[in-house]
């Protein structure tokens, strides 16, 4: 399934934190694109979580397989050292921007429950060639980091409309920065590339142009989306 002999590179985000990007992930990524396919009726809209779109889960085995490549490629990269548990899901963004939810229009951290000790990598594997669907983008708080999560808290019970008075700018997909954070990094979409990441890190889809979203997984924004929960390096 993955490629033994990828491509590895190594970009900063901030001073602290850093994303892998691994060209040529797959030997055969027509096949999960194929997959999905066969299974279009399947994908169901997220429930659960601030994804703008659609999602299949992914095997057990499947997961176990990607974390297998994640460890061997991109954990030490990330500070971690042992990965504990994974999960992954073939994901499509769809939703138009007038459909979008407060939270889902400023970038947002991967939160899943984990010990002290541990933190949450997320990766994101694009399978659609059209890069104008857009790549990832990378974004750090201007205010401290409490002070973003009462915000947060506080938009996540706002109307659409509410928060499109309180942000002042018209329903959109985060591809710059405003008032509350600054982008600092985005990875460019490119076939069969993989990008992953400290999931507490801010980030979100760059999506610049959303009239090109679908759900149709042949011609649509197809990504595969494993998380992983790891222990950290010690410093």
């Known amino acids: 399934m993955f490629n033994p002999h990828p491509t590895v590179t190594t970009l900063p985000i901030d001073a602290t934190q850093v994303c892998v990007v691994i060209d040529d992930a797959l030997l055969d990524p027509q096949r999960l694109v194929d997959m999905a396919v066969k299974h279009r009726q399947a994908f169901e809209l997220a429930a659960g979580n601030a994804y703008p779109g659609l999602e299949l889960p992914m095997s057990d085995a499947a997961s176990a397989h990607i974390a297998d490549f994640f460890a061997l490629h991109a954990r030490r990269a990330l500070g971690g050292r042992r990965t504990v548990r994974a999960h992954s899901r073939l994901s499509m963004v769809t939703l138009p921007p007038d459909e979008l939810r407060p939270l889902q ?131």
């Open 105 to 235: 229009r400023v970038p947002h951290r991967d939160r899943l429950a984990v010990d002290p000790g541990q933190f949450v990598a997320a990766s994101v594997l694009y399978l659609f060639r059209p890069e104008e669907l857009g790549g990832t983008s990378f974004f750090v708080p201007k205010q401290p980091l409490p002070e973003i999560e009462r915000l947060m808290k506080a938009w996540s019970g706002l109307s659409k409309d509410e928060f499109t008075r309180h942000l002042g700018a018209e329903p959109a997909y985060i591809t710059r920065s405003n008032a509350f954070f600054e982008r600092v990094l985005t990875v460019p979409a490119r076939w069969n590339r993989m990008v992953a990441y400290d999931g507490g890190q801010f980030h979100c889809s760059h999506v610049e142009r959303p009239a090109l979203l679908s759900d149709d997984p042949a011609r649509g924004r197809l990504t595969l989306n494993p998380f992983f929960v790891c222990t950290r390096r010690a410093a």
